[in-house]
């Protein structure tokens, strides 16, 4: 079973791939405590997706928090904006998610090519 720390190394990982930088170490015990209550609430693979689609936000509101303390701070925002407004909730990936939104666009469009085109 990984530990904490191990997250948190996974989370300044993902951070230095994405900015090319290392993310300080600022709060680490408040930092802690905070990962493992979330790692606790929605598992380890929605946290660390979630940090990816928090640095690849381009919302301005979030730009300043593009790091673990953002992360902490602004999870349930982020878990809701990434989501389907219609079915937000606190389980499930993103990669599941994203999924599902992609069969529900093709399913639309298809509905609109037989309507609209007569295909």
Known sequence: MRTVVDVIGDLK?????Y???????KA???QSK???ALVSAVGED????NFRYLLECEDMWLQNAK???GLIKWFD?????RMNNSRASRSGSL?????EQAEQERLRLAKFRREMLDE
Not at 20 to 25: A, F, R, T
Not at 46 to 49: P, V, Y
Not at 95 to 99: D, E, G, P, T
Request: aromatic fraction near 8%.
């Open 13 to 17: 990982e993902i951070y230095q791939e």
């Open 19 to 25: 900015f090319g930088v290392p993310h300080s170490n």
């Open 28 to 30: 680490y015990a408040e």
């Open 34 to 36: 905070s990962i493992k």
């Open 46 to 49: 929605n946290l660390l997706e």
């Open 67 to 69: 790091n673990i303390p």
């Open 77 to 81: 925002a982020i878990q809701t904006m």
């Open 95 to 99: 990669s599941a998610m994203r999924q």
